[in-house]
């Protein structure tokens, strides 16, 4: 049976890279510091997967134990030895802090002389992923240890998408999670490309795919979210079903698809079929989620390359129509939720400094016209509200 140490036993690590890694015949070592979680892993070397959807299908993992990587690095590191594929789903201010753990593990496969190829997938909603845990990792090595990782240890950088659901579960190994999910790797930044697992996609440029998801899930995500909240609403759930809302969703949509069948090969009726697929997993009644955490971090939502700036600055470049991005960008600005530090910190800001000054500091613009616009359209939802 192939091994796999995967970093990370939350909702995603089970329910989503756990259950692929289960399916492609892996036995799973999974590393976390929460021993409630990790404790029951080694005392029932299984768990189930809660499909939400119609019929609450449920899927079985078995052949996993858990790692205590505060208690037990020891163990970690031997494991790293002797795996085959190394994941993660921790986040990406955790990575820096397990790249001593997988540098040792190098170490020990480079002292045993070990030439068996072996690929680090960080699978985190980030761009680059691994390749910055990769940098991370390097750090630990030395010269020689280098440039053994170089020959023999890959970081191919991945996307993955799946909704999971808020948990209400007294069984602290029960998970819940949307029956669609998409897992995409760079092919070309593998070191063992031989070793694939089905269900998962792996292309020569990951770049298309990470924009697409980025462009469609993660912004349309959050034009429901801050729509939502700017209306007075408390869950997506609710949001969704409100007319106006889903047409700013569609309008959002449509103008990153817009951007997207310019920027890269995929058809307008591809994006489009996709897209709607989006649509309707936000729709999902069996998924409960608070707009509150979807909108969490609302100044890195506004970041330069992140998802609603980014396409409004391309669309302006290319002279294409990005009027509800803009609109949404607006609410964002008025988002104000005590519960959330970043939130606190806009509002904050928005009280001591100008519009527009704030706008530069939280997008990185420095195209004025778009901060007008933007500053304009901030000052129109403000008194709107």
Not at 54 to 70: A, M, R
Not at 73 to 88: F, G, W
Not at 313 to 320: A, N
Not at 347 to 366: H, I, N, P
Request: proline share 4%; charged share 30%.
């Amino acid at each position: 049976m192939m091994k796999a140490v995967h970093f990370g036993a939350g909702n995603i690590g089970r329910g989503f890279i756990g259950e692929t890694l289960a399916a492609n015949g892996f036995s799973i070592d999974f590393v976390d510091v929460n021993a409630t979680i990790i404790d029951a892993l080694n005392a029932r070397g299984e768990y189930d997967i809660e499909l939400a959807a119609e019929g609450q299908e449920k899927i079985h993992v078995s052949n996993v134990k858990g790692l205590n990587n505060k208690d037990h690095p020891e163990l970690v590191v031997a494991a790293i030895e002797e795996t085959d594929l190394v994941t993660t789903a921790i986040g990406p201010k955790i990575l820096p802090f397990i790249a001593p753990l997988i540098a040792d593990g190098i170490k020990g496969r480079q002292t045993t002389g070990d030439k068996a190829k072996l690929d680090v997938i960080a699978c985190e909603n980030m761009i680059g992923g691994s390749q910055f845990l990769k940098q991370e990792v390097y750090k630990h090595l030395n010269d020689a240890e280098q440039a053994y990782a170089d020959e023999y240890i890959g970081f191919p950088n991945a996307a993955v998408d799946r909704i999971v659901p808020i948990q209400h579960h007294e069984d602290p190994l029960a998970v819940s999670v949307e029956p669609f999910k998409e897992w995409v790797v760079d092919e070309s930044q593998m070191e063992r490309p031989d070793l694939k697992l089905t269900s998962v996609e792996y292309v020569p440029d990951l770049e298309p795919y990470i924009e697409r998801k980025l462009f469609s899930v993660n912004t349309g995500h959050a034009t429901v979210a801050y729509t939502g909240k700017y209306k007075g609403y408390t869950t997506i759930g609710e949001a969704i079903a409100d007319p106006e809302i889903f047409k700013q969703l569609e309008g959002a949509l449509s103008e990153t698809r817009d951007l997207l069948s310019h920027e890269f090969d995929f058809t307008v009726d591809e994006l489009k079929a996709y897209q709607d697929k989006v649509a309707s997993r936000f729709q999902n009644t069996y998924i409960s989620d608070d707009i509150s955490r979807v909108a969490r971090t609302p100044i890195r939502k506004l970041g330069y390359d992140e998802r609603f700036i980014r396409p409004i600055r391309s669309l302006k470049e290319k002279g294409l129509d990005y009027s509800v991005l803009l609109d949404t960008v607006g609410m964002i600005l008025t988002y104000d939720e005590p519960a959330d530090d970043e939130s606190v910190k806009l509002q904050g800001l928005l009280k001591e400094k100008s519009a527009d000054a704030v706008v530069r500091e939280v997008t990185g613009l420095k195209d004025d016209d778009l901060i007008n616009e933007i500053v304009a359209k901030y000052n129109e939802k403000l008194a709107a509200k």
